[in-house]
């Protein structure tokens, strides 16, 4: 019978268009732009996962995490890695600076046309596309 997914969270900050990505250093996804995120830790909510992982991430302590989508993401192997994975949108301090840390190797922001240009998960490109949608009345 197969494993229940794994509990992760990411969240979305986003400054004038642009979206704040990590590059991811560890499997499973090592090497792809993501929103900073992760596994949850026992008894922590969705929303505590994310804001957690933002600022272990980026150094950036993050506030009013609103639930944006849910992916249930399965690995192309059976015996990989099954993720239940919340994504929140997250409000910040604009003065203050990512510095990639803990599982990330860089941090940078990206425009939309950018993140399509750059190896991402596809709940990225989504969610990137959708809330661009959004801000511009699609």
């Not at 990411?10 to 704040?20: K, T, V």
Request: aromatic share 8%; net charge negative; hydrophobic share 45%.
């Amino acid at each position: 019978m197969p494993a229940s997914p794994q509990a992760a969270s990411s969240a979305i900050l986003e400054r004038d268009g642009r979206f704040l990505l990590i590059r991811r250093i560890n499997p499973p996804s090592a090497d792809l732009f993501a929103f900073p995120g992760g596994r949850a830790e026992p008894g922590e909510s969705p929303a505590d996962t994310a804001v957690r992982e933002f600022l272990e991430e980026t150094g950036i302590p993050v506030r009013d995490p609103l639930l944006f989508a849910t992916y249930d993401i399965r690995a192309e192997k059976d015996d990989g890695p099954h993720f239940f994975l919340s994504v929140f949108t997250v409000q910040a301090d604009a003065k203050l600076e990512a510095i990639a840390a803990d599982d990330a190797a860089d941090a940078g922001w990206y425009t939309v046309d950018e993140i399509r240009a750059l190896p991402v998960p596809p709940s990225v490109l989504d969610c990137a596309e959708r809330l661009a949608g959004m801000r511009n009345g699609v």
